[in-house]
């Protein structure tokens, strides 16, 4: 199935898409998109996605317009829209 | 819960000619001035976005405000800190602020602070005002401003940007978000130095300015428990649900 992620923030001059169309497996978490991801990625977008085993933290991840509060206890649906946020404090 | 508003201070005959046209709004009429008139309002720091949220604030009638910023003004500075000038350069850039708000409302109150935002002032200055809008570039002032906020139970608008996007929340101390509960590391990707142009400032700063004004008024719906996300490279807006982090270590108490 298919879903959007769009990128905000720095992690769209990383990503260098503003959002781009994703095939996942049904069932699949946020947090293991996310970190395929990464890896098809690769540098420098990876090492703001990752930490660790797991996803960055100081991401703001929303689906659906509703914040995800933890990225692998969510599944996404078909069609589902994921934003994934950098921190911004431009000011 | 929105805030209790602030005391309102009576309007005169010259008030009532300034802000004439803010009366007729719906929900705000000649109280919502007063309120506004006894309000203090905290902006740190008057840049990019905290000189349009500061500028729009002193338009609207604000009482008081209280600003924070240190250093002198850059050329650099001037593609988007609209509160600076060219004649200014390498004089305090806060003088420039403070002048050019008396210009457009001599009856402007201001307690200018010529620091920025640290652990050392941050609840002195959280101390003087009825709402907070931080503007700060960086991660550090910010979560200083949201502890503070959190602390004194004072709501606080949070404006950003970067390149073509912007964001702005509202917190309010126990029952929305706190900034500790979007990011509850400090990022560490941020740089101080960022891509932007002037006119996203100003489209991010006018709707920080408008929940200062619609929480001290009454007025309207704040973007409480929202982030409101906008790209205007497409004009793209998009506001998602944010939630309370359980055992958040700055708000999880308030």
């Known amino acids: 199935m298919n879903i959007t992620v769009a990128w905000f923030g720095q992690l769209r001059d990383a990503a260098d898409v503003a959002e781009q169309e994703v095939s996942i497996d049904p069932g699949a978490t946020v947090a293991s998109v996310l970190l395929d991801l990464a890896e098809a990625h690769g540098e420098p977008l990876a090492s703001m996605l990752r930490r660790g085993e797991g996803i960055a933290s100081t991401l703001l991840v929303s689906l659906d317009d509703v914040q995800v509060m933890d990225p692998q206890a969510t599944t996404a649906s078909p069609g589902s829209r994921l934003v994934v946020m950098a921190p911004i404090s431009g000011g | ?254």
């Not at chain 2, 719906?26 to 720091?45: D, I, N, T, W, Y």
């Not at chain 2, 405000?65 to 240190?70: D, E, G, K, S, W």
């Not at chain 2, 650099?76 to 008396?102: E, F, P, W, Y």
Request: hydrophobic share 45%; proline share 7%.
């Open chain 2, 1 to 254: 819960m929105m805030m209790e508003p602030p005391s309102p201070r009576p309007l005169d005959d010259a008030d009532r000619t300034i802000w004439d046209w803010q009366f007729s709004v719906p929900g705000f009429g000649e109280r919502g001035q007063e309120h506004l008139k006894g309000a203090s309002v905290m902006v740190s720091r008057v840049g990019g976005l905290g000189g349009i949220v500061a500028y729009e604030l002193a338009a609207a009638g604000v009482g008081r405000l209280v600003l924070a910023h240190a250093g002198d003004v850059k050329p650099s500075d001037l593609n988007r800190q609209l509160l600076m000038t060219h004649d200014a350069i390498g004089t305090s850039r806060l003088a420039c602020a403070v002048h050019r708000l008396k210009e457009l409302n001599p009856r402007l109150d201001v307690l200018a602070v010529e620091e920025n935002v640290s652990d050392a002032n941050v609840a002195g200055l959280v101390a003087e005002a009825d709402v907070v809008v931080d503007c700060a570039p960086l991660f550090v002032e910010r979560f200083a401003m949201n502890r503070e906020a959190i602390r004194q139970g004072k709501p606080l608008v949070e404006c950003a940007m970067y390149e073509l996007q912007g964001q702005v929340t509202t917190v309010l101390p126990g029952t929305t978000p706190c900034l500790a509960c979007l990011y509850p590391e400090p990022p560490p990707a941020w740089k101080r130095e960022f891509p932007v142009f002037g006119a996203v400032s100003g489209a991010i700063g006018c709707i920080g300015a408008m929940e200062a004004i619609k929480l001290l008024s009454g007025l309207g719906e704040p973007l409480a428990g929202r982030m409101l996300s906008i790209d205007l490279r497409d004009v793209r807006t998009q506001e998602i649900q944010i939630h309370r982090r359980p055992g958040c270590p700055v708000c999880a108490e308030a």
